[in-house]
Protein backbone atom coordinates (compact mmCIF):
# COMPACT_ATOMS: atom_id res chain seq x y z
CA UNK A 1 0.00 0.00 0.00
CA UNK A 2 3.08 2.46 0.69
CA UNK A 3 4.60 1.86 -2.56
CA UNK A 4 1.13 2.66 -4.29
CA UNK A 5 0.64 6.26 -2.35
CA UNK A 6 4.60 6.69 -3.36
CA UNK A 7 3.77 5.84 -6.59
CA UNK A 8 0.39 7.96 -6.72
CA UNK A 9 2.80 11.21 -5.43
CA UNK A 10 5.42 10.74 -7.77
CA UNK A 11 2.92 10.82 -10.30
CA UNK A 12 0.94 14.08 -8.74
CA UNK A 13 4.68 15.96 -8.31
CA UNK A 14 5.40 15.24 -12.32
CA UNK A 15 1.91 16.15 -13.39
CA UNK A 16 2.53 19.57 -11.51
CA UNK A 17 5.87 19.93 -12.77
CA UNK A 18 4.49 19.75 -16.17
CA UNK A 19 2.13 22.22 -15.76
CA UNK A 20 4.72 24.83 -14.39
CA UNK A 21 5.17 27.79 -16.83
CA UNK A 22 8.83 27.41 -18.32
CA UNK A 23 10.19 30.98 -18.70
CA UNK A 24 13.75 30.28 -20.71
CA UNK A 25 14.60 31.68 -23.05
CA UNK A 26 14.03 35.38 -24.87
CA UNK A 27 11.05 37.76 -24.54
CA UNK A 28 10.93 41.31 -25.91
CA UNK A 29 8.86 44.26 -24.55
CA UNK A 30 8.17 47.75 -24.28
CA UNK A 31 7.69 49.42 -21.60
CA UNK A 32 6.09 53.32 -21.83
CA UNK A 33 7.24 55.59 -19.50
CA UNK A 34 6.50 59.34 -18.65
CA UNK A 35 10.20 60.05 -19.81
CA UNK A 36 9.16 57.40 -23.38
CA UNK A 37 8.81 53.97 -24.22
CA UNK A 38 12.46 51.64 -23.04
CA UNK A 39 12.44 48.80 -25.21
CA UNK A 40 13.86 45.62 -22.79
CA UNK A 41 14.87 42.21 -23.85
CA UNK A 42 14.27 39.49 -20.88
CA UNK A 43 16.72 36.38 -21.15
CA UNK A 44 15.62 34.18 -18.44
CA UNK A 45 17.58 30.54 -17.60
CA UNK A 46 16.37 28.11 -15.03
CA UNK A 47 18.78 25.36 -13.35
CA UNK A 48 18.32 23.36 -10.96
CA UNK A 49 15.08 25.09 -9.72
CA UNK A 50 16.84 28.57 -9.75
CA UNK A 51 15.69 31.41 -12.41
CA UNK A 52 18.81 33.50 -13.18
CA UNK A 53 19.34 35.96 -16.68
CA UNK A 54 19.80 39.26 -17.97
CA UNK A 55 17.77 42.50 -18.72
CA UNK A 56 19.11 44.21 -21.37
CA UNK A 57 17.27 47.97 -22.52
CA UNK A 58 17.69 50.93 -24.92
CA UNK A 59 18.06 53.17 -21.54
CA UNK A 60 20.35 51.26 -19.39
CA UNK A 61 22.08 48.24 -21.41
CA UNK A 62 22.92 44.93 -19.78
CA UNK A 63 22.25 43.88 -16.33
CA UNK A 64 21.85 40.30 -14.27
CA UNK A 65 18.59 39.25 -12.27
CA UNK A 66 18.43 38.48 -9.12
CA UNK A 67 16.95 37.16 -6.52
CA UNK A 68 14.83 35.11 -9.14
CA UNK A 69 11.68 33.08 -8.21
CA UNK A 70 9.51 30.87 -9.69
CA UNK A 71 6.98 29.27 -8.20
CA UNK A 72 4.02 27.95 -10.76
CA UNK A 73 3.16 30.96 -13.57
CA UNK A 74 4.18 33.14 -11.21
CA UNK A 75 7.72 34.76 -11.44
CA UNK A 76 9.74 37.28 -9.69
CA UNK A 77 13.31 38.75 -9.87
CA UNK A 78 15.09 42.34 -9.32
CA UNK A 79 17.65 44.01 -10.91
CA UNK A 80 20.19 46.46 -9.36
CA UNK A 81 20.96 49.65 -12.24
CA UNK A 82 23.25 52.61 -11.82
CA UNK A 83 22.26 56.25 -13.15
CA UNK A 84 24.57 59.28 -12.60
CA UNK A 85 26.36 57.20 -9.80
CA UNK A 86 23.70 56.11 -7.70
CA UNK A 87 22.44 52.77 -7.52
CA UNK A 88 18.47 52.00 -7.69
CA UNK A 89 16.70 49.34 -7.67
CA UNK A 90 13.85 47.21 -10.38
CA UNK A 91 11.32 45.20 -9.26
CA UNK A 92 9.47 42.62 -11.61
CA UNK A 93 6.82 40.26 -9.97
CA UNK A 94 4.37 38.99 -12.95
CA UNK A 95 3.06 35.58 -14.54
CA UNK A 96 4.66 33.50 -17.58
CA UNK A 97 2.59 32.11 -20.19
CA UNK A 98 3.26 29.92 -22.84
CA UNK A 99 4.04 33.14 -25.43
CA UNK A 100 3.33 35.93 -23.30
CA UNK A 101 4.74 37.41 -19.86
CA UNK A 102 2.30 39.71 -18.14
CA UNK A 103 5.00 41.76 -15.39
CA UNK A 104 4.37 44.95 -12.86
CA UNK A 105 7.88 46.89 -12.45
CA UNK A 106 7.89 48.59 -9.59
CA UNK A 107 10.93 51.29 -8.59
CA UNK A 108 10.84 51.46 -4.84
CA UNK A 109 13.11 54.60 -4.95
CA UNK A 110 10.65 56.39 -6.81
CA UNK A 111 7.83 56.12 -3.90
CA UNK A 112 6.96 52.56 -5.42
CA UNK A 113 5.77 53.73 -8.75
CA UNK A 114 4.71 50.79 -11.21
CA UNK A 115 4.77 49.89 -15.00
CA UNK A 116 2.84 46.94 -16.32
CA UNK A 117 4.71 45.25 -19.14
CA UNK A 118 3.94 42.64 -21.84
CA UNK A 119 6.76 40.61 -22.87
CA UNK A 120 6.59 38.26 -25.68
CA UNK A 121 8.64 35.11 -26.34
CA UNK A 122 10.99 35.72 -28.93
CA UNK A 123 13.27 32.31 -28.19
Known sequence: MKW???LIAVFAFTALTALAADPTGSWKANIDTP???????FTFKVEAGKLS????SSMGGEAPIS?????????SF?????????????NYKGS?????MKLTLTIPS??????EI???KVS
Open 4 to 6: LLA
Open 35 to 41: NGAIEAT
Open 53 to 56: GTVN
Open 67 to 75: EGKLDGDNI
Open 78 to 90: AVVRKMNDQEFRL
Open 96 to 100: VGEKE
Open 110 to 115: MGDQSF
Open 118 to 120: LAK
